[in-house]
């Protein structure tokens, strides 16, 4: 079954900065990568998509990448704000979106004042 | 606004109880989806469904089963719980057409003692 690996499990940036989170998957037969956040307490909730005939997608300040041959996709924050603090997943499934997604640990994003 | 209910936030059960949780979307998706959510984990997928009476195994079905006799209402069912089965569990559904995007439920946290 597909595996997917996310790094760092925390990240700390002072706020204004950029923040990158990078994930690698191992089924070729992926091709919906989608992005969730989850603030404390609360339900994740998704941010951003992209779809394996697509190289990038922006939103924002929020970007995604992916590098099919590669087999990994990333996640970029720009003017990082105190709200974007928050546990970040990403994911990985090989139905185009219509099965269950295999997430990787989640990353805590921590926006520093 | 799409909502997805649970049936408790929060439930304590003994070991060897049969434990059922329940999961409510009122937007008439086809696809819904159990997870457990353990902190360092991720979300694990236990088990999901395209349909009325139809299921799917996710990645960890071991302990677990499921039903889905309306096609508002997804039930996952402990049969016999442990100790290891103590973890927060969500619910989520997608319309499975016009978008993948999954919709949490607001999670349900199991302590089994």
């Known amino acids: 079954g597909e595996n997917v690996e996310q790094h760092p499990s925390t990240l700390s940036v002072q706020e204004g900065d950029s923040a990158v989170i990078k994930c690698t998957y191992s089924d070729s037969a992926s091709n919906y990568f989608p992005w969730y956040k989850q603030e404390l307490g609360k339900r994740p909730q998704l941010i951003i998509d992209i779809r394996s005939n697509v190289g990038e997608k922006k939103d924002q300040r929020i970007a995604v990448t992916l590098n099919k041959t590669a087999k990994h996709f990333s996640l970029h924050i720009t003017e990082t704000q105190p709200e974007d603090s928050a546990v970040y997943f990403c994911a990985a499934e090989s139905g185009g979106g219509a099965d269950g997604l295999t997430f990787g640990k989640g990353t805590h994003l921590i926006i520093q004042p | 606004d799409v909502k997805v209910t649970q049936s408790s936030r929060y439930l304590v059960k003994r070991t060897g109880e049969k434990v059922f949780l329940e999961c409510v979307q009122d937007?008439?998706?086809?696809?819904m989806f159990w997870y457990r959510q353990d902190p360092g984990l991720g979300l694990r997928l236990i088990y999901f469904s395209y349909d009325v009476k139809m299921k799917e195994k996710g990645d960890i079905p071991e302990g677990y089963s499921v039903s889905r006799e309306k096609k508002e209402r997804f039930s996952l069912i402990l049969e016999s719980a442990s100790t290891n089965q103590t973890s927060m569990y969500l619910c989520?559904?997608?319309?499975?057409?016009?978008?993948?995007?999954?919709?949490f439920g607001p999670g349900t946290r199991l302590t089994v003692t």
């Open positions: 989520a559904s997608i319309p499975g057409t016009v978008s993948y995007e999954q919709y």
């Open positions: 937007m008439d998706h086809e696809n």
